[in-house]
């Protein structure tokens, strides 16, 4: 089954394990997707540096040459505090609301060590504003409350990480801060209009649109007043209507996370994939952890289908293909290299981190 001709609109995940699987393999071979990425289950833990990178060296060689290509994202989340998958040395940042004066310093030390891991690109920063106390997945993840505020650090992580030519990926859009529920569990409702998003939630998403972001990321939630059909995920109305339109983003757009509880029943057909892309979204997420990643082979095959008819391949493929390959384009793929002890050192003196912290199991 070659599925190729859509790897450009695919981000995979891989089995929670530290080589490849011969499933990983067989997905990887057959869809060529554009990006993977790694979760604290890929990277071996407890064991000393060296050779965990040397296994982190031989794991991406592996996953580039199953996916047959010479260029694609190899992605983590790398957030800092709760959020982390990587193991020691690799600094564990406190959470970002605690980063106000030095956000762009963060930045670009998690983006030096980051490609030191072979990684060029990290799904941060949050550019959520935590306005809900009782908010299950946000909370100190965010830069603050304050959406100037969130903008302003958003802009400085983005242009500290840039520098290190890793890329960011602003998430949520259009909003996870005023949540009362964990996507990752069901679908978070916010009854909020295009009126009250432009006065707040786009603020911080202007600013990363302004300052360069080449890539963000849309969140599991349903805004009824905006569209009663289809939450973010799927909705032309917020990611054309808001994010391009509005906004004037000319980015590529990925999914969160399909295999969260959130879209159990949104992707359950392959039509599902092409109303994905019909509604201005460039990449499709799909990881391990909440569902088979199987699941993949029939949304893409979807979207390959669809691409007999003419209206369709032109009028949405071709230009999300062309957004991706001009990111592919400026992308940098790093070697896995050995940092200096007093590389680390100094990476944690920038946030006065002692010691390590409890990282999330994905």
């Known amino acids: 089954m070659d599925l190729s001709e859509v790897g450009n609109h695919v981000f995979l995940g891989l089995q929670p394990e530290t080589t490849l ?3 990983d393999k ?3 071979n057959a869809v060529s997707p554009a990006g993977v990425i790694l979760f604290k289950s890929n990277f071996i833990h407890g064991s ?3 050779a965990w990178l040397d296994n982190q060296r031989r ?3 592996d996953i580039k040459a199953a996916a047959g290509r010479d260029k694609m994202f190899i992605a983590t989340d790398h957030e800092g505090a709760r959020v982390c998958r990587t193991p020691p040395p690799v600094t564990r940042f406190k959470s970002a ?6 956000a762009r310093q963060i930045g670009a030390a998690m983006g030096n060590e980051l490609a030191s891991l072979g990684i060029n690109m990290n799904f941060a920063p949050v550019m959520d504003i935590h306005t809900n106390p009782d908010n299950p997945v946000i909370g100190t993840r965010a830069f603050g409350s304050v959406p100037d505020l969130v903008g302003a650090c958003g802009e400085e992580f983005i242009n500290g990480i840039h520098s290190e030519n890793v890329w960011a990926c602003a998430k949520h859009f259009p909003g996870h801060g005023d949540t009362d529920v964990d996507s990752h569990y069901d679908l978070p409702t916010l009854n ?3 009126e009250d998003l432009t006065a707040r939630e786009l603020i911080p998403f202007k600013k990363a649109v302004d300052c360069g972001i080449r890539i963000i990321m849309t969140g599991h939630i349903l805004y009824p007043q905006i569209d009663p059909d289809y939450p973010a995920t799927l909705s032309p109305k917020i990611t054309t209507g808001l994010l391009r339109q509005q906004l004037g983003y000319q980015g590529v757009v990925v999914s969160d996370d399909i295999g969260m509880h959130a879209m159990d029943r949104y992707f359950d057909t392959p039509a599902a994939a092409c109303n994905f892309l019909m509604a201005g979204n460039d990449m499709l997420m799909i990881c391990a952890h909440f569902t088979d990643t199987d699941r993949i082979l029939g949304l893409a095959s979807g979207m390959k289908d669809a691409l007999k008819d003419d209206a369709f391949r032109q009028q949405v493929h071709e230009p999300s293909v062309t957004r991706v390959d001009q990111l592919l384009t400026d992308t940098t793929m790093h070697d896995v290299t050995i940092l200096p002890a007093e590389q680390f050192v100094a990476h944690a003196q920038i946030d006065g981190v002692h010691g390590d912290q409890t990282a999330e199991v994905m």
């Open 97 to 102: 609301s605690e980063w106000a004066p030095k």
């Open 192 to 194: 909020l209009s295009k």
């Open 26 to 28: 067989r997905l990887l």
């Open 48 to 50: 000393d540096y060296e």
């Open 21 to 23: 699987s011969d499933k």
């Open 59 to 61: 794991l991406i060689i």
